[in-house]
Structure formats: C-alpha cells, structure tokens
C-alpha cells in the first residue's frame, strides 16, 4: 500500500474535524427543547452534514483538489508567534493589562520574526523605539481619542 | 435627483474629514502587500462604532474605495499587488515604471480609477432606489431566499470549490444561530460562557479577516521585504490626461467591465480587472503592446476594479446582498448601527443613505488628486517588514474587538474564530461566504420563522416557501449560482495535470 502523503492526512483530519462539529450540531438542533427554537438550526445542520461528510469522504479517498495544507516549514514558523498571540490573548492581556500585554507581545513578535541580525545593539534599539512608537499609537487612539477602559493590571 | 438635496451634509467638518482620513489612510493602507482592503474596512469597524451612523459610513466607504485603488501603487512600484483587485494592473504597471515612466502609470492608474469610480457611484445612485422600491414587495420567503441567495452566490462563486464555499457558508450560518432564541429564549450552542450574548459581528469580522492574514505572515517566517521600489521621475499630469483620453477605448471597457460584474454579487474586483484587460487586448489594434508595458493595460485594469465598487453596494442597500466580502464588512457597519438595508435604509434614514452615497462620489475624486501625491509615501509603507505588521494588526484586532463592548469575550471569540479561518483557509475554505452567513443568518432565521407561522395559518410549508414567481425565480438563481459554478470547477479541473493532483 502506497504511502499517504501529509497534505492528504491533513485533510482527512480537517474534514474530519469538520464533519464531527456538523453532526454534533445536527444531534443538538434535533434532540434539543424547545423544537420551535431549534427549527432553523435543524435546517442548516442538515445540510452543513451532508456537505461536510461529503468533503470528508472526497478527503479520504483523495479526491481533495483545493487547499494545500499546512508544511512542516510554515508551521515551524507559525508556531512560535501563534503561541505568544494565544498567551496574549486569553492569559497575559488580562492578567498583565492590555498596553503592559500589548507592547511586550509585539516586541516579542518584531524580535522573533525580523530578519535583521540579533547580535547588532543597533537593531535592538531600533525595536525598542519602533515598540514604543506602538504603544505611544495604540494608547492615544484607544485609552485618550476612544476613552476606551482596558484592563490596566500592571503600570496601566 | 433625491441624492442632490444631501450634497452638503459630506462637507459638514467631521464628515468631510473623516473622508479625508478614509481616504488618504485607505490609500496607504491598499499600498501595502498583506493589508486586503476587507481586512483594512474590518480593523477600522471599531472606530465607527464611536460615531455616528452617517460619520461611520463615510469612513469605511472611502477606505473601501481607496484600498482599491492605493493597491495601483505596490502593482505598479514594487510588483506585488496590493490587494486581489490590482493584479492585472501589474502586468503592464510595473513594466511601465521599469522602463522610466512610474510616475505617468501612477497618473493614469488614479485617473482611470476615478473615472471608473464616478461612474460606478452613478449607477449606485440611479440604481438603488429602483430595486429598494422593488424590495418593498418582497415577504417573509422571498427575504428567506435572498438570504440564503446571498450566502450561496458568494459561497459559490467565491471559492474554489463549490462545495466548500457552500460548507463555509453553512459554519457562518450555524455559528449566527449561537446564544439565545429571539422568539423562545431558548439557549443554542453556548457551550463557553463567552458565547451567551451570541457571536459579536464586530469582533467575528476581525478575527476572520485580520487574524488569518496575521497568522499567514508569521508562517513566512523572517522574511525581509527585499521589494525593490522603482523611483518616480516627474510627469506632467496634464499629459496623462491627455494620455487618458487618447485611449476611450481601454477606459469604456473598463468602467463597463467593472460596472456589470459589481451588480453580480460574489465576483469582485480581480475578476473584475482581469477581465477588463483581457477585453481591452483583444480589441485593441495594438494588442502586441500588452504586457510591454502599455498604457491602455493600466487603463482597462484600474477603471474596472474601481468601477466594480459603487455596483457591488447595489445589492447590499437594496436586498442585503453584499456584492463582494468588503460590501459584506459594510453590512455588517450598518447591522450594528441599527440601520437595515432595503426600504428601511431608505425611507427611515435617506440622510444616511445618500450622504454615505455622495461620499463615495466625493471620495472618487480625493482619491485621485491625494493618490498622486501620496503614491510615494504609499509605496515607502509597503516595504514595512512583515515582522512590525503582523504585530501592529494583532495589536490592533485585539484592542479593536475589545473596544466595542468592552468585553473580554469578544476578544476571545475574535481571536479562537481567527484561528480556526486560518486553518480552514489553508484547507481550500474562504472567509467570504462564512461572514456572509454570520451576517445574513438572523435575517434568514427571522424570515423562515415569520414565514413558517404563516405557513402555518395558510397552506403549509412547502405551498408557501416553494411556491409563486419570485420564489420560484429566487430558487432558480441559487440552482443555476451553484450549478455554473460547479461546471466551470469541472471544466477548470479538465485541465489539471495528474501531478497537481493529491495523495
């Protein structure tokens, strides 16, 4: 048996994931009280099933012909940034206040992802001053113009 | 002539600066590769919300207009197209600016541009009033059957695969029913405490739009922006008037080319420049010239993208049918103000309509006089290195969708449903038709409720959905949206090679 490539595995489990929440939504919209409430929910799940199965049984057969997955180059480089925007996101802006969050969460991005070299002091000042122009941006379009109150935990 | 009595409300000072904000902001902003106009008119949702309607209006729709357009100056200057819209622009654009003469296809490419969008914002304005009176006649199962037209044309038409538009389109749907019934006050799908107030549309069209793009460029990794801009020498504009009308026949084939796919909701702008361009090559006696660096080329691409604009809000004003996935962020500026398209738009609120409509006109014309000063600033800010964007964006998705409610959950649903985009984009899935769902879904569930009441009381169901001229007309347009789609899918799939096949 030949081997399956990564792109088609990948799709399996994408369709797969897909047709799993499609059906979790149909037994929810027809085993769900009241009926009248879930009487569109019905509709839709029905056809969401029937397209996602559809894509997923295209997926293991190897019919799939749109979308390219996800290499294992791009994800070595997706992952750092997508770990320190989740951190961000659910954990540090709430906890640390969204400006302290913020501005410590781009640097950490410009560092990470600029190409230029990180043994030069040159290019770290240039980071530092490009993360403060951020914050300086960011506070006075949302705290002073919007007045909108974020969670300010640490320093504000 | 109805739009004349509001000319004056764009020049009150917070409009008319908003404009000009829109305006020269959109036109950086459409410069710089990575930064999708529906993207840049989504980040800027937030702010709107902070003013009035009108004000609100005015500021998306110059973005919209001028994202499109600024996208000209990375085609022409640097090769990369700034947004789907401008890739035909490249072909002869940046040949042009190669051979010395930049700054005259920057020129032509505004010109046209404006010439095509004062024209498209004309049809919008002759237009719109005649399909809303139109509207007035539809009940609760032709709105059902719009709605799920909408989601199925640009599920469709949009996407690579048919099937996966339609699937996409089907999440949207699904996810717009999340929280509680309007009707029973029933709790649907909150299975996170986030979720209890439903999906904030604000908050979902930045994570779909923004999040994505942010996760896309940090997948490139340390990529330098090693896009070289080519220098702009001096040209007279006078002469790339001159140079403009010399060539009616590249700019009618644009504009008309343009027009008409912007009233046929889901196509949008990059089939809507390559189209006109390969029009114009074909009727042009010097069609040896294309892709030499011609400027007809520039004419045709640009005219088109530009006059796609004001026709794809035809749809949207009139029936809610968002011609193209900025016309679908739009819907949702105007959803969250209250303020639904069609009669009510018109009758309840003409001040809004029309001075959001003159705007566009206005904005057509500021975009061409700012665009040919700011073009080089526009083509410095596309060379920002992809490390500061992806920051500055997820900076700006994360105070953005915070800012609307003040909610933390907004910023949670933002960030998991961006994640989740990014994902099944890389799996042949589009945004568009998922937004288009999460938009239209309430106005479809509220008119297969109201009509399944109805129904109730009359004939039944299936009499009362399936049944009469405009349904069976609605019905038919979603068959035929699906099954053209479907056949150029098949026949596109003819021509692909054993090997670009999987697995």
Redesign the interface.
């Given at each position: 048996m030949s081997q399956?490539?990564l792109?088609?595995i990948?799709?399996i489990v994408?369709?797969g994931i897909?047709a799993a929440v499609?059906m979790w939504?149909a037994w929810?919209s027809y085993t769900?009280?009241?009926a009248?409430?879930?009487?569109?929910?019905r509709?839709?799940?029905t056809?969401?099933v029937v397209?996602?199965l559809?894509?997923f049984v295209?997926a293991i057969l190897?019919?799939?012909?749109?979308?390219?997955?996800?290499s294992r180059?791009?994800?070595v480089?997706?992952l750092?940034?997508?770990i320190i925007?989740?951190v961000?996101?659910?954990w540090a802006?709430?906890a640390l206040g969204?400006f302290t969050a913020?501005t410590i969460?781009?640097f950490l991005?410009?560092s990470?992802?600029?190409?230029a070299p990180h043994g030069e002091a040159k290019t770290w000042v240039k980071r530092v001053i490009?993360t403060a122009g951020?914050l300086a941006v960011?506070y006075g379009?949302?705290a002073l113009l919007?007045k909108?109150?974020?969670?300010r935990e640490i320093f504000f | 002539m109805e739009f004349l009595y509001y000319f004056g409300d764009v020049f009150t000072p917070i409009s008319f600066g908003l404009l000009l904000l829109g305006t020269i902001g959109g036109l950086i902003l459409g410069a710089t590769p990575g930064l999708s106009p529906t993207m840049a008119v989504a980040l800027l949702i937030p702010?709107t919300f902070?003013l009035a309607p009108v004000q609100g209006l005015i500021l998306l729709g110059a973005a919209y207009t001028s994202t499109v357009a600024g996208g000209a100056v990375s085609a022409i200057l640097l090769k990369i197209p700034g947004a789907p819209a401008n890739i035909a622009t490249t072909l002869d654009g940046h040949t042009m600016a190669k051979q010395g003469k930049g700054a005259q296809a920057l020129q032509l490419s505004f010109l046209a541009s404006a010439v095509g969008g004062v024209i498209g914002v004309l049809l919008l304005i002759f237009l719109t009033p005649v399909l809303a009176q139109w509207a007035l006649a539809f009940g609760p199962s032709h709105l059902f059957w719009l709605a799920i037209l909408g989601v199925t044309v640009i599920g469709s038409l949009d996407s690579?695969?048919v099937?996966?538009g339609?699937?996409s389109g089907?999440?949207g749907?699904?996810l717009a029913?999340i929280g509680f019934?309007d009707?029973?006050g029933?709790q649907?799908?909150i299975f996170h405490p986030a979720l209890g107030g439903g999906i904030n549309i604000i908050a979902a069209l930045i994570g779909l739009f923004a999040i994505p793009q942010?996760?896309t460029?940090?997948?490139?990794?340390?990529?330098?922006n090693n896009s070289e801009v080519i220098e702009v020498e001096k040209h007279s504009i006078k002469d790339a008037v001159r140079e403009l009308l010399r060539r009616p026949r590249a700019l009618s084939i644009g504009t008309i080319t343009g027009s008409v796919i912007g009233l046929i909701p889901g196509v949008g702008g990059q089939i809507a420049g390559l189209v006109a361009y390969d029009q114009t090559k074909k009727f042009s006696p010097e069609r040896d010239k294309f892709g030499k660096g011609h400027s007809e080329g520039v004419i045709a691409a640009e005219s088109a993208n530009n006059a796609m604009v004001g026709p794809s809000l035809v749809p949207l004003l009139t029936l809610s049918i968002p011609g193209s996935p900025t016309a679908a962020v739009l819907l949702g500026g105007l959803l969250i103000h209250g303020i639904f398209p069609g009669t009510d738009l018109f009758d309840n609120h003409p001040d809004v309509a029309w001075t959001f409509i003159n705007s566009m006109l206005i904005g057509q014309v500021l975009m061409c006089i700012f665009g040919l000063y700011v073009a080089g600033l526009a083509a410095r800010v596309a060379q920002v290195?992809?490390?500061?964007m992806?920051?500055?964006v997820?900076?700006?998705a994360?105070?953005g969708s915070?800012?609307v409610q003040?909610s933390?959950g907004d910023?949670?649903v933002m960030?998991a449903l961006g994640?989740m985009m990014y994902?099944?984009?890389?799996?042949?899935?589009s945004a568009a038709p998922l937004v288009l769902g999460l938009i239209l879904g309430p106005i479809?569930?509220a008119n297969?409720?109201q009509g399944?009441m109805i129904a109730g009381a009359t004939d039944g169901m299936a009499s009362y959905f399936l049944t009469g001229t405009l349904n069976i007309v609605l019905i038919a347009i979603v068959i035929a949206s699906i099954a053209y789609s479907v056949w150029m899918e098949l026949r596109s799939?003819r021509y692909?090679s054993k090997e670009?096949?999987?697995?």
């Open positions: 399956i490539s792109p088609r990948q799709h994408a369709s897909i499609g939504v929810v769900q009280q009241p009248e409430a879930f009487l569109f929910p509709l839709i799940s056809v969401f397209l996602a559809w894509t295209k190897g019919w799939t012909k749109v979308g390219s997955g996800i180059k791009d994800f480089w997706l750092p940034g997508l925007a989740l961000y996101i659910f802006a709430k969204f913020g969460t781009f991005l410009l990470f992802y600029d190409p490009i951020f960011m379009l949302f919007l909108v109150y974020t969670p | 702010f902070h690579a695969s099937v996966k339609l699937l089907c999440i749907l699904w029913t019934d009707i029973m029933a649907r799908f942010v996760l460029m940090f997948a490139k990794g340390r990529s330098a290195p992809q490390s500061v992806a920051a500055v997820l900076g700006l994360v105070f915070y800012s003040s933390m910023v949670y960030a994640v994902f099944l984009e890389r799996f042949g899935f479809a569930e297969f409720i399944s799939r692909t670009e096949i999987m697995g």
